[in-house]
């Protein structure tokens, strides 16, 4: 488990207010990332961090900032939130993985538990 | 980054072998193979991750040919609890940025 936590885990809003989504990680690793998952489709990144003060666009990023001003927080925000950002977000952190039979490995990903969002 | 194509949906019994293959064409030298099970309303997890022939770990095995431009699952003696989306990505650093796609419904029949 790399303790992610995500909150909230529900959350209903009106089209043009603002809505932040937290994303916490208890183990100091340094790449966090923000998906979101619309139904029966995968997860698209919207925007990933590399450190504090680092971050990058996904392919999605319209409409979304991010901040990460502590290594274990990761923060996505909608500054006006539309119907069509009502989404399941996820947040995911990349820690490197040590191969069977002695190789190397890449790295994998831990994912939070979600945060449905609905934006009416 | 590496795209890949896995089929959209795929049916079994319980019991029986299940094998998801992954086409990625342009696998880079250093990338990896990581496959993810994703159950309804939550996020994924990871199965298994390889880089050349064959891994093996308690849940899954992946084979992967000497080109390795595609990637195979293998799911032995499935059950109902298999039921789940499996996605096949391929990345070597900042795995995160890896394509997602729509990945494999599996679909477990008793």
Redesign the interface.
């Known amino acids: 488990d790399a303790g992610i936590t995500q909150s909230p885990r529900h959350k209903v809003t009106e089209t043009g207010t603002p809505v932040t989504l937290r994303c916490h990680q208890t183990e100091n690793h340094r790449y966090m990332y923000w998906y979101r998952q619309d139904p029966g489709h995968g997860l698209r990144l919207i925007h990933y961090s590399y450190g504090v003060k680092d971050t990058d666009k996904g392919e999605v990023s319209d409409g979304y900032s991010v901040s990460r001003s502590k290594t274990e927080d990761f923060l996505l925000t909608l500054e006006s939130a539309t119907s069509s950002q009502t989404s399941v977000y996820f947040c995911a952190i990349s820690e490197r993985f040590t191969g069977t039979g002695g190789a190397d490995g890449n790295e994998k990903l831990f994912f939070g538990s979600g945060t449905q969002l609905s934006v009416l | 980054l590496a795209k890949t194509t896995q089929p959209i949906s795929m049916d079994s019994y319980e019991g029986q072998e299940v094998n998801i293959t992954c086409s990625h064409n342009n696998i880079a030298t250093n ?2 193979i ?1 496959w ?1 099970q994703q159950f309804p ?6 199965i298994i ?3 050349k022939t064959k ?3 308690e849940v899954a095995s992946l084979f992967i040919p000497a080109d390795r431009k595609s990637s195979t699952l293998s799911l032995p003696r499935v059950s109902l609890s298999d039921t789940a ?1 499996y ?1 096949c990505l391929v ?7 890896s ?5 494999t419904t599996l679909t477990v029949k008793p």
């Not at chain 2, 990345?91 to 940025?97: L, P, V, Y």
């Not at chain 2, 394509?99 to 990945?103: E, I, K, L, Q, S």
Request: no cysteine; hydrophobic share 20%; glycine share 16%.
């Open positions: 990338d990896y990581t993810y309303s939550q996020g994924p997890r990871f991750q390889g880089y891994v093996t770990n989306v996605y990345a070597n650093t900042n795995a995160g940025k394509t997602f796609g729509d990945g």
